[in-house]
């Protein structure tokens, strides 16, 4: 794997084989970031990945000027990971949470720009993610919610439903806090 643009550009993410994994793939990512170009401004945007596995996603925001991240992971394989890639590479404004995603977000409190989520598609909570988000209120206003799913999973009929995108048997819905046409 590698980080597609900024300024970490070509820097290369080797995760060793135990992780127990399954990255979005480089063509997935670039595909969702010029999505977000169209929309973000990345050196304004606090960002939480969820279930943030190998930190590819984390370090892409912030490669591209986030001026904040927080990547969630329960693995502590992966946690000692993403903290030793974000070394490596000088990031300061990564910081790596070692939790459970759902009970993280029944206490959150913090607001975010964007909130970008890929939890394993076999998890029978993967449904309600959207839903957890809204009903914690952390995405600030302009807030975009951005959830990795198998296309077993439809979300059209949710009420922040804003878009969805498929790349191979990789899907992203986006849901947003406020539905409007200049998004």
Known sequence: ????????????????????VRPTTDMA????????NNYVDYEDCAVMDLFAGTGAVSLEFVSRGAKEVTAVEINP????????????????????VRADVFDLLKRAYKKFDIIFADPPYASPDLP?????????????????FILEHPKEHNFEEHPRFWQQRHYGKVNFTFFAKQLDSDK
């Open 29 to 36: 990512r670039e595909s969702l970031f010029n999505i977000l």
């Open 77 to 96: 394989k992966c946690v000692d990971f993403m903290k030793s890639c974000a070394q490596k590479f000088g990031v300061e404004n990564m910081h790596v």
């Open 128 to 144: 309600k993610l959207p839903d957890l988000v809204f009903e914690k209120d952390i995405l600030t206003d302009d807030g975009i």
């Open 1 to 20: 794997m590698r980080i597609i643009s900024g300024t970490l550009r070509g820097r290369r993410i080797e995760p060793k084989e135990e992780l127990p």
